[in-house]
């Protein structure tokens, strides 16, 4: 069973950076797509940013320009830099794999979330 690990994640001032990783236990680019999602205290889990098998990009709106996904094959892990980090960046961040392409949120392989905090 693969297994997804976030890392990185911890409190940072407004305006700061942060880098999360995702370890993945098996080869990554055995994966149609990764990606981040976050997920704020009282709403849904959110998509953020993905990155697909031949190294395509996509993010949303909110976080375009701010945050960069990345992936580095050789180390198996995925990462998500985080720049110029607003006090709504704040939540729990998911790192998922669609191993399948299905697209389907009930097929991913997700990780166990790792908490930002951005604060003065």
């Known amino acids: 069973q693969v297994q997804l690990v976030e890392s990185g994640g911890g409190l940072v001032q407004p305006g700061g950076s942060l880098r999360l990783s995702c370890a993945v236990s098996?080869?990554?680019?055995?994966?149609?797509?990764m990606g981040w999602y976050r997920q704020a205290p009282g709403r849904q889990r959110d998509i953020l940013a993905a990155?697909?098998?031949?190294?395509?990009?996509d993010y949303v709106d909110s976080v375009k320009g701010r945050f960069t996904i990345s992936r580095d094959i050789a180390k198996n892990t995925m990462y998500l830099q985080m720049n110029r980090m607003k006090p709504e960046d704040a939540a729990v961040y998911y790192c998922?794999?669609?191993?399948?392409?299905?697209?389907?949120?009930?097929?991913?392989?997700w990780g166990q979330g790792t908490r930002v905090a951005v604060s003065s």
């Open positions: 098996g080869n990554i680019d055995t994966f149609y797509a």
């Open positions: 998922y794999a669609d191993p399948i392409g299905s697209s389907r949120t009930a097929d991913y392989i």
């Open positions: 990155i697909s098998n031949d190294g395509g990009t």
